[in-house]
């Protein structure tokens, strides 16, 4: 009997969440067992469910794409995860590998190739949207950027971007620290280290930057 994969959605476009499903709800392989519109109720739904494959966008509410991948892959290291996003640069594909993706595919893709990524990341194997691909080999071939340099994105932790996410989409203190479970003084500590690492100098700087590299979404 064909095993049927299990598939959780994790994106907070309902229209494309919803073509997601339609798409696959005609495949007899698959079953769309859940979805969430944020990282953070993407964990708690995640541990619950235990899906065979996480079909997640980097740019979302509360908790980002990247931090989602560190913590399924940290308790569900079998969980296959393929990143379905608008980012093409390799700045933004060698992050999601480093995080624990298994493929890297943009939402505009043909639905052929969307299947195709599916397939292949189920199959265990990586998958690179093509055009991303050569993008990717162009940085390396020119130096923009390799894995494990060092620069002061990656001196910031994981719970510092977690906080600097957060303070982008505007939420208070007290919000921040309800939201991650920490007390407001760690909220304020954090937010401190954030300035000092990224020689920013205020809130307002703090949320440019998160803008300018993709944190949050200014528009759907």
């Not at 009997?1 to 499903?21: A, N, P, S, T």
Request: charged content about 30%; some cysteine; overall charge neutral.
């Amino acid at each position: 009997m064909q095993k049927r994969y299990r598939i959780f959605i994790v994106e907070d476009h309902q229209l494309f969440r919803e073509g997601l499903k339609s798409m696959l709800s005609r495949r007899d392989n698959v079953a769309v067992v859940g979805e969430a519109e944020d990282g953070l109720e993407a964990i708690r739904r995640i541990r619950e469910l235990k899906p065979d494959l996480l079909l997640l966008d980097l740019s979302m509410p509360k908790m980002g794409g990247i931090s989602v991948m560190k913590e399924v892959k940290r308790e569900l290291p079998h969980t296959r995860i393929l990143a379905l996003t608008i980012h093409e640069s390799d700045q933004y594909v060698i992050e999601a590998f480093e995080a624990g993706s298994d493929g890297y595919c943009v939402k505009d893709a043909s639905r052929k190739e969307l299947l195709l990524a599916i397939d292949s990341v189920l199959e265990g194997k990586r998958y690179i949207s093509p055009d991303i691909s050569g993008q990717v080999m162009e940085g390396y071939i020119h130096g923009r950027r390799t894995l494990g340099e060092s620069s002061r994105w990656d001196s910031v932790t994981q719970r510092e971007r977690e906080v600097l996410k957060l303070l982008a989409e505007g939420h208070t203190n007290k919000e921040i620290a309800d939201l991650l479970c920490i007390s407001a003084k760690t909220v304020e500590k954090h937010r401190a280290n954030l300035i000092g690492k990224l020689d920013l100098h205020n809130i307002a700087q703090l949320t440019t930057y998160a803008i300018e590299n993709g944190l949050v979404e200014t528009q759907k």
